[in-house]
């Protein structure tokens, strides 16, 4: 949302390149606009957005005199903002694929007549191999992920790629993400495509970029658009003149970053970090700190401008008792733990505590470092006082803490619910926590226990751990034991690990139990027929693979010719389960009918072989916490404890009542007449119901009669597996009821996979 007062400004750096104040004559300005929204991959790196963004700088352009023939669009909008696009582009747009942009920047390029070229690119953005920022191509798919080269992109408005003459300036704004992916997708990133070899031929040339986040950080979307594009046309249009002359972006820069140093003050969970590159007409260079020194770095009440003079306090005694060169020592090693500029060649103790305030975790980490530098040296518990005081809890390293936010990133929704029950099981009067890693982390981070008890952080780990060994659970582990030793609670920690240890042993559950399923999405269908696309992972505690990934559309038969294949590799008969994720009006295809081994000797189904079970998330995200809500009773429940819902309650409305009063129920047998179960079928999962039993062919009291006896009075857990040995019965009796009985389990621990970290731009 655009902040409604105005942002206070921050302090330009004295390298900067001068003022841009004189008339300009937008006529001879040319731009190039790239938004980017809908890629090859699933549905899950679709990014609402860009276009929107692209619109509202094309709008600004537009006003300010350029031509509508100069500004070239290039987009992959999603089909719900292609009219938008349309109205605010009359002259049309191309799109943004690979081979339309490398077009664009190779070729077209080298033919303006202008003064001024404005590029701006929005979308989804990686850190690839080496550190490279990939600014993603609509042509990237989720095993493959192709971009261009940001840097590149920047070497290129100095080359031959550029008229020789003319285009004085170049104003660049990339937002998107330049955060690294996790461990077990990273290998899918591509090295981003480079544009052009050539050398940088015109020194002369001003380039002015701006950039939505820092390396390793996220550029946040808001409210159908870019935080960073929204702040940036904000403080464009508030440097709009009357005599014609091209704004000051120095001043605009300024306002930039003022207005997110105000975020980040206001919201401790708000970390996007916008940065500069400038070169100016004599070709030097300069890139101030990543996130500007703010005014609230010298805290106005007395409590905290007290807490920070005792840090420069200690900070003044740890430089001095490290050798010589002991502040130089420390700036070079923060650089690299802060991916920042230090505020001087030489900082004081003074400058250094206030660059350490305006960095996450800064402080613990500046304490950390400069003790590493003193034999024996100590942070005493006044400074750590402080600290806590001036950073909102925070006691982990910078380094830690990412290293801490990525073994998480590496659990599934289902293993982070895990973690979440092991902290409220050490915590009991822990409320609801949330599943994103880093909120996690920095939840259980701030519950700070009495001094000299080991923080809350590590006891969570260390009871998850201890029930969870592999694959994180061990590397959980190291990493709580060398924070113990860095606050000197080792023997708190071994202590209790040893506790852990003693109560994994004693219920039995020294490792998680071996979950092994296969999962397969079915996209509705297409056209008049019964063609779909699909895909299939499959999913192991160890990790998960991407087995199939089928983008033309296929017939029922073809796709359960290829289920069969890739399930002959890699499932296991009666222990693998098979869930197939559809959309409601598919819950009743037959899909543990389908034929398995066509050519071998025996004739086999796929509910016979392997516990078959359908999901549907639709309707549920609204309600999700009625969802899990619901989910932690099957635990405990047996099959008598699903409700039955009358058979004659046939309309969304009726059923959608009944179960209203119904709020602890683990699930619902249905013996509705089939013309009406798609209602019924809406209603539960509005409502959260996470387990469905119903029968196929039987409806109202013959459905009632068989389901009785099917479903027995064992353990609700149990019921998917059993479910496979009453199909497995009616191989020889055709008319065995559990043929035809069909079970929605929805687990909403156990989601589909996630394709790639590919939420933020």
Request: net charge negative; hydrophobic share 40%.
């Amino acid at each position: 949302m655009r902040a409604a007062e105005t942002a206070p400004a921050a302090p330009t750096t004295s390298a900067a390149p001068a003022p841009v104040v004189a008339p300009h004559d937008w006529r001879r300005t040319h731009a190039v606009l790239v938004a980017v929204e809908s890629y090859r991959g699933s549905e899950d790196s679709e990014l609402d957005g860009p276009v929107q963004d692209a619109i509202g700088m094309h709008r600004w352009l537009t006003r300010q005199g350029v031509p509508p023939e100069n500004i070239h669009v290039l987009a992959s909008p999603l089909e719900r903002n292609r009219a938008a696009l349309d109205a605010a582009v009359p002259g049309g747009y191309r799109t943004a694929d690979r081979a339309d942009v490398r077009r664009v920047f190779r070729d077209e390029l080298r033919r303006i007549d202008s003064d001024w070229l404005w590029v701006y690119w929005a979308g989804h953005g990686v850190q690839a191999r080496g550190g490279r920022w990939s600014l993603l191509y609509p042509d990237t798919r989720d095993t493959d992920l192709l971009g261009l080269d940001a840097d590149n992109l920047i070497h290129l408005m100095r080359t031959e790629c550029l008229p020789g003459r003319g285009v004085d300036r170049v104003t660049i704004v990339i937002d998107a993400c330049r955060q690294a992916l996790p461990a077990r997708t990273h290998p899918q990133a591509a090295v981003p495509e480079e544009l052009t070899e050539a050398t940088q031929s015109n020194h002369d040339r001003q380039i002015f970029v701006m950039r939505a986040s820092q390396a390793g950080a996220v550029a946040k979307n808001q409210d159908g658009g870019g935080v960073f594009t929204t702040v940036l046309l904000d403080q464009l249009m508030a440097a709009e003149g009357d005599d014609g002359a091209g704004p000051d972006l120095d001043r605009v820069w300024s306002g930039v970053a003022g207005e997110f140093d105000r975020r980040r003050s206001d919201d401790a969970h708000f970390r996007q970090i916008p940065t500069l590159y400038a070169v100016n007409w004599r070709g030097d260079a300069t890139e101030p700190p990543a996130r500007p020194v703010r005014a609230s770095s010298a805290p106005g009440t007395p409590e905290r401008t007290l807490a920070r003079d005792k840090l420069i306090l200690e900070t003044t005694g740890l430089l001095e008792a490290g050798q010589g060169g002991a502040a130089a020592t420390a700036t070079v090693v923060l650089c690299d733990a802060y991916a920042s500029v230090p505020p001087g060649p030489l900082p004081s103790a003074a400058d250094l505590v206030d660059w350490a305030l305006d960095q996450p975790h800064g402080v613990p980490t500046l304490l950390h470092v400069l003790a590493g530098q003193v034999p024996g040296a100590s942070v005493s518990a006044t400074a750590w006082e402080a600290c806590r005081l001036l950073q909102d809890g925070q006691w982990l390293t910078g380094p830690e803490h990412g290293e801490l936010v990525g073994l998480l990133e590496e659990l599934d929704a289902r293993a982070r619910g895990d973690f979440a029950g092991a902290a409220r099981t050490e915590i009991p009067s822990l409320g609801p926590l949330p599943t994103e890693p880093g909120a996690l982390a920095d939840a259980l981070e701030k519950l700070l226990p009495r001094e000299h008890q080991l923080p809350q952080l590590l006891r969570a780990v260390e009871r998850y751990a201890a029930f969870h060994r592999e694959p994180v659970g061990n590397r959980l582990r190291d990493w709580s034991s060398r924070c113990a030793v860095r606050i000197g609670l080792e023997a708190a920690l071994l202590d209790r690990r040893g506790d852990a240890d003693d109560t994994a042993e004693r219920t039995g559950a020294k490792s998680a139990p071996v979950d092994e399923r296969v999962q397969i999405r079915l996209h509705p269908p297409t056209g008049s027929g019964q063609r779909r696309r699909y895909e299939v992972w499959a999913r192991r505690d160890a990790g998960t693979e991407s087995l199939a990934k089928v983008d033309t559309p296929a017939s029922l038969a073809e796709i359960q010719r290829g289920v069969d294949e890739l399930l002959s590799g890699h499932a296991r008969t009666n222990d693998t389960v098979v869930e197939f994720f559809v959309a409601a009006k598919d819950l009743e295809l037959d899909f543990h009918c389908w034929e398995l081994g066509a050519a071998g000797p025996v004739r086999r189904f796929l509910g016979t072989d392997f516990p078959v079970v359908v999901r549907c998330v639709e309707f549920r995200e609204e309600r999700r916490h009625l969802w899990e809500r619901k989910w932690d009773r099957v635990a405990s429940a047996g099959t008598g404890d699903l409700h039955w819902l009358p058979g004659h309650m046939e309309a969304t409305r009726k059923v959608y009542g009944d179960l209203q009063h119904q709020e602890d129920i683990p699930g619902v047998v249905m013996t509705t007449p089939r013309r009406a179960r798609q209602e019924v079928f809406t209603a539960c999962l509005f409502l959260g119901v996470p387990v469905l039993v119903w029968h196929n062919e039987r409806e109202l009291t013959e459905a009632e009669h068989e389901l009785k006896a099917l479903l027995g009075t064992e353990r609700l857990t149990a019921f998917p597996g059993r479910l496979r040995t009453l199909r497995a019965a009616s191989e020889s009796d055709e008319n065995h009821p559990g043929r035809h009985l069909a079970l929605l389990w929805d687990d909403p621990h156990r989601p589909l996979p996630e394709q790639l970290d590919l939420s933020a731009p």
